[in-house]
């Protein structure tokens, strides 16, 4: 859910921040929301890799609670920074951070429901993965509400110092998560045709 709170954002009112606390045009709106885009593209393709080297150093429990934790605390510290950007690259390239981090951590997710799931992880990435879409459901008016109370530019400010929250809230959570308890015990499962 935070995650996609978040991502959401890049997808939905990033060009409406950028209009409207730097004045850029339409053409640059489109060239810098493209940005932190491919930056997520990279952040899926290293997350696996990441993911994989924090496993083997320290095991599934704090491989994936570390790499789902550690990517969230870069989400972050991108979103706090953005209302001190001067600019609108500026701005940019914190949210391409976002982008990236935020990927960063997708391998995990979706490695930690495979390890839990067993026969239902198709139950378990499916549960995981609505929440995701509720997130990215309510970014829009989340942040639009946030914006929407206030009648000067520091609404933006408090609309990402609030996701960041969310995300420091989900970074300390996902400390929690413990990729070696299924969430069914192999002996409570059904394994097929027994005689």
Same mark, same amino acid.
């Given at each position: =859910? ?11 009112? =990033? ?20 940005? +932190? ?20 150093? =320290? ?80 970014? +829009? ?40 308890? +299924? ?13």
């Amino acid at each position: =859910f935070s995650a996609n709170l978040g991502w959401g954002f890049l997808v939905t009112k =990033f060009p409406q921040y950028l209009e409207e606390t730097f004045g850029s045009s339409q053409q640059q709106q489109g060239w810098m929301q493209s940005l +932190p885009l491919a930056a997520g593209i990279i952040g899926l393709f290293l997350g696996g890799l990441f993911t994989d080297a924090l496993t083997k150093a =320290f095991g599934p429990r704090w491989g994936r609670s570390l790499a789902m934790s550690g990517s969230r605390l870069c989400v972050v510290a991108s979103l706090a920074t953005v209302p001190f950007a001067g600019s609108a690259w500026t701005a940019t390239l914190l949210l391409a951070v976002v982008g990236l981090a935020t990927d960063l951590g997708t391998p995990a997710v979706w490695a930690f429901g495979q390890d839990v799931g067993g026969r239902f992880v198709g139950s378990a990435v499916g549960w995981a993965n609505m929440w995701g879409n509720f997130g990215v459901a309510v970014s +829009p008016a989340f942040f639009g509400w946030i914006v929407g109370t206030s009648n000067t530019a520091g609404g933006w400010n408090r609309a990402f110092i609030a996701c960041a929250a969310v995300n420091l809230i989900a970074a300390v959570a996902a400390l929690g998560v413990n990729a070696t308890k +299924p969430l069914v015990p192999a002996h409570q499962t059904y394994s097929g045709n027994r005689g």
